[in-house]
Nanobody, 126 residues
Framework: VQLQASGGGLVQPGGSLRLSCRTS????????IGWFRQAPGKEREGVSY??????FYANSVKGRFTISRDNAKSTVYLQMNSVKPDDTAVYYC??????????????????????WGQGTLVTVSS
């Protein structure tokens, strides 16, 4: 089981970026995915989650980020629009085994995830 995050880079404030999390070793729909981020000197925090038709977003990104999934490509995307300097962080994707969706009180807790990918760095700066 592997997760490969990609798509990070340097983007100007107000710009857009799309992160990808490619999975391997899973069967389709047998897992749910969360995106987390860790800024310098800060703790890792949950950004978004997708499980079936369920989507969750952190308040700080709601209305700007969109999570989606392409099962045919075994990939989950995080579309980041109207980015801000505060979005600068290393972004990680994580997977939880099973098709059961997490509830709102769970998804931002790292302990519920079974697999983690390496991070991809997003820098928002002019």
């Amino acid at each position: 089981v592997q997760l490969q995050a990609s798509g990070g880079g340097l983007v100007q404030p107000g710009g857009s970026l799309r992160l990808s999390c490619r999975t391997s070793g899973f069967t389709s729909d047998s897992y749910t995915i969360g995106w987390f981020r860790q800024a310098p000197g800060k703790e890792r925090e949950g950004v978004s989650y997708i499980g079936g038709s369920t989507r969750f977003y952190a308040n700080s990104v709601k209305g700007r980020f969109t999570i989606s999934r392409d099962n045919a490509k075994s990939t989950v995307y995080l579309q980041m629009n109207s980015v801000k300097p505060d979005d600068t962080a290393v972004y990680y994707c994580a997977a939880r085994r099973g098709s059961s969706r997490m509830i709102a009180s769970m998804w931002q807790q790292q302990k519920w995830y079974d697999y983690w990918g390496q991070g991809t760095l997003v820098t928002v700066s002019s």
